[in-house]
């Protein structure tokens, strides 16, 4: 059984521009979550999506948006990046609708901003 | 590895030792509580969890201890091995909150051969 796969594993930006990252989720699994983890602020949750829906939401400024799609791939979008931008952006999924917090994380998407 | 910060609270055991990574944390209204280890490249791996009713919960070579009064979370490895060389997390959730986890710092857990 395939993993969570995220796609593309490292990228570079500047500025100003903006950024898409894609995560395909377990096979069956309807819940992907979004997390930022950087060396200062450690791991903290963007977003949730469930079967389309944004689910959740974290305390991040609207710059950072994401969507689920009807085979419940997922994409984030950053716009306008800034230097604090960069980070390891990390997917989840999660099979069950009990909300354990049992995710199951891809490898992440390395962003650097310059 | 260096994604997961240089100023980790790191402890360091001999091979074959029992490892205990302790964790506070903030919300009593969480129902459940996590640990994950992520090593060097990777993203976090679920270890196991306990649910607040709970205050202790085995699985294989780990025990998670939970105490409610002092919102203190522990994880024991017992013989501990090379291969448990990593960061580990402590995460909270609530039942109702899907999965919005909250994570601890990490502790980087170092092991002697």
């Known amino acids: 059984k395939a993993g969570v796969t995220q796609t593309p594993r490292y990228l570079i930006k500047t500025r100003g521009q903006q950024v898409t990252l894609s995560c395909s989720p377990i096979?069956?699994?309807?819940?992907v979550s979004w997390y930022q983890q950087t060396p200062g602020q450690g791991l903290q949750f963007l977003f949730e999506?469930?079967?389309?829906?944004?689910?959740n939401k974290g305390n991040f400024p609207g710059r950072f948006s994401g969507r689920q799609f009807s085979n419940s791939r997922s994409e984030m979008n950053v716009s306008t990046l800034e230097l604090g931008d960069s980070a390891l952006y990390l997917c989840?999924?999660?099979?069950?609708?009990?909300?354990?917090?049992?995710?199951?994380f891809g490898e992440g998407s390395r962003l650097t901003v310059l | 590895g260096e994604s997961v910060g240089l100023h980790l609270p790191t402890l360091s055991v001999q091979e074959g030792d029992n490892s205990i990574i302790n964790c506070a944390y903030s919300?009593?209204?969480?129902?459940?509580f996590i640990w994950y280890k992520q090593e060097s490249g990777k993203g976090p791996q679920f270890i196991i969890d306990i649910r607040s009713n709970m205050d202790k919960r085995q699985g294989q070579r780990v025990t998670v201890l939970l105490n409610k009064t002092v919102k203190h979370l522990s994880l024991q490895i017992a013989a501990t091995q090379p291969g448990d060389s990593a960061v580990y997390f402590c995460?909270?959730?609530?039942?109702?909150?899907?999965?919005?986890?909250?994570f601890g710092g990490g502790t980087r857990l170092m092991v002697k051969p």
């Open positions: 919300n009593s209204a969480s129902d459940y």
């Open positions: 999506y469930f079967s389309e829906t944004q689910r």
């Open positions: 096979s069956g699994h309807r819940s």
């Open positions: 989840a999924s999660s099979l069950v609708e009990s909300n354990t917090g049992e995710l199951f």
């Open positions: 995460a909270e959730n609530r039942n109702n909150a899907g999965n919005m986890l909250t």
